[in-house]
């Protein structure tokens, strides 16, 4: 009996950190950026390049910026190392309190869409690849 208690056991151990190691994984591959930022992708679906911007940080004209990381999937580097002004196609915010809105011309102007905190986004067809700035609310 002592010996099937310890064979138990040792299966236990084994099975919980599988399932440990995989849902650390998982979350690894779901979130690409840390609190309080915002991903920009180059491709819809939030999968190519993309960038990451700290929330607390407004940026008036994403000229200079480029989708500067990569990730696994179908379009993992698609649009690795382009500009993100006017050729982004998707949004992923990580921030629990603030929505991310991103606008068609420089300095906050013009056609806008508001991505809710804690949620994903293809940009409209007025905004995709049509984008130039971006500030949290």
Avoid: W
Avoid at 59 to 79: A, H, L, M, R, V
Avoid at 98 to 116: L, P
């Amino acid at each position: 009996m002592k010996k099937r208690v310890a064979i138990s056991g040792v299966v236990l151990a084994s099975a919980t950190m599988a399932l440990v190691g995989l849902s650390g994984t998982a979350s690894a591959a779901t979130n690409v950026c840390g609190y309080n930022e915002t991903a920009i992708f180059y491709n819809s679906d939030t999968d190519g390049a993309y960038m990451c911007t700290n929330q607390n940080y407004n940026i008036p004209d994403f000229s200079g910026y480029t989708f500067n990381y990569t990730q696994s999937g179908t379009g993992g580097s698609n649009g690795y190392g382009q500009a993100v002004k006017n050729n982004a196609a998707s949004i992923d915010n990580y921030d629990n309190d603030r929505s991310y809105r991103v606008y068609y011309n420089s300095n906050y102007a013009g056609v806008y869409q508001t991505i809710a905190p804690f949620a994903h986004a293809n940009l409209n067809s007025q905004l995709k690849n049509e984008n130039a700035s971006g500030k949290n609310l």
